[in-house]
């Protein structure tokens, strides 16, 4: 569909209500970061393409010595706004209306609304989303549930809310500007900050973003040049646009004063974005043998590598004046399991205890059920707002802290778990679902990395279980047939299509000569082929 604007055009349709969002005005407003920034956002990823053919030759992550003097020199990130002080509690979630109103309830202090891994981004799923958002922003959001017949509204004092963009990877394909995808981030982060970002200042809050899966300072230059444009356009204060950026690539740590140091005006601190960290590991070095990982449930925060980089993200924000938030426990609340329950929410303590006593400003939660866990924990540790005044100067961490493998051991549990998530995650992600409980943790598309690559991982290197059994393209493709034989059994025949799709995407995947970088990239362009989402409403 053409648009009014010379050079958009539309690939889906756009329904009166849609159109609600999308309006000309907030198209133009997209078309214009999307001309102004997609030409360095694609050499910021050709970027990525060249430091990854670097690091498959054997080159390894350092701190810059072209950026020492900013990691050298004492400035501090702007002050923080009022409401961003005390964020002991986040709850995190899909853009779902009725999950946006049970979060902003959950009696967390902010609510991350996800665009990017816990969404998978559909027409509707993000068109719905903006919607959601801009209901939930003005505070008139409200659902009934034709299921249970409950009522939905808000409570009079929500969590503050955040949204997550997508990564800039991720094309937003129904848009074309220039015959080109319009960037997923510029979508996400234009249209939320184009509908709410006056409306959130009017309300004494801002309009703030959570920045994921960053390489280096220079992307997080780009999103800062884009927060400044957004601001110029929307004639709002500079300054007034907040980011949290997630430290979750293995490059990113090398260079967080950095990405503090280009949003200083921007910035709401950094998080620990755990799950994705361990993926990128994983995928910068995938080239290098000797650098294989253990089980997924054996690489925990408390290995010295993932306790390195969470001590230096908070030695780092507390000297620039900024929160550290910890990251995300996968554990859950177990309904039908009352004894299974208790040691899930006690595993939620013992990581929530940690990161408050390592000097954690906040922490995260993936259901409402575990907002009073985490609170009680953060409530006893840290009584007031916020620990940044726990200054760490005697703290050193070093690169070969940073680059040091977890030890532990291969197992055909492991194996097969592996499959089972990367198999019951896709399935669900395919039919338009970027979240979901799997054998009673959550996962999402940063937990189902891990397992996808640890399989090309063991493949390719011809790892050995601790069995003695070798790890095989072979014995992989067979436990994915045993799988896939379980799943007939299990779900219906429509569900049980979706789950071929994935396990013909998982054979590409663990097959592929080369690591690809990103599962959702060729998810979302199987869906795109086969059209599951885009069904004319
Ligand atoms: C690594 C990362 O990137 S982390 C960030 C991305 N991940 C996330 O955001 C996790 C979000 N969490 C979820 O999607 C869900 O909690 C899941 C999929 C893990 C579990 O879902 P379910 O098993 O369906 O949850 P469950 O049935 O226990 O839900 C009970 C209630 O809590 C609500 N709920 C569950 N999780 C959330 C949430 N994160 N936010 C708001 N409400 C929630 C449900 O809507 C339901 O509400 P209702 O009783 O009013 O109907
Ligand atoms: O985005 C969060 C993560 O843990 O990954």
Known sequence: MTTSAPGVELTAPLSDRYATVLTPEALDFIVKLQRAFNGRRKELLAARVTRQTRLDAGEKPDFLPETAEIRNAEWQVSPLPQDLLDRRV???????????INALNSGAKVFMADFEDSTTPTWDNLLDGHINLRDAVRRTITFEDSKT????????NPAVLFVRARGWHLDEAHILVDGEPVSGSIFDFGLYVFHNAKELLAR???????????ESHLEARLWNDAFVLAETLLDIPQGSIKATVLIETILATFEMDEILYELRDHSAGLNCGRWDYIFSFIKKFAGDKTLLFPDRGQVTMATHFMRSYSKLAIKTCHRRGVSAMGGMSAFIPIKSDPIANERALAQVRIDKEREATDGHDGTWVAHPGLVPVALAVFDRIMPQPNQIDKQLPDLK????????????????????LNVAVGLGYLEAWLRGIGCVPLFNLMEDAATAEISRAQLWQWVHHHAHLEDGRRVTAELVDQVITEELALAEI???????????????????????????????????ARVLASEIFISIR
């Open 90 to 100: 986040e709850i995190t979630g899909p853009v779902d209306r009725k999950m946006i």
């Open 149 to 156: 017949g409950k009522s939905y509204k808000l409570i009079d």
């Open 204 to 214: 004494h809050t801002g309009p703030y973003f959570y920045l994921p899966k960053l």
């Open 397 to 416: 961490i070093t690169a070969a802290d940073l680059l040091k493998v977890p030890e532990g051991t291969l197992t055909d549990a492991g194996l097969r």
């Open 490 to 524: 299990r779900i219906d025949a429509a569900r049980f299509e979706s789950y071929k799709h994935a396990a013909f995407l998982m054979r590409e995947l663990v097959k592929a000569p080369h690591f690809q970088d990103f599962l959702t990239v060729p998810a979302y």
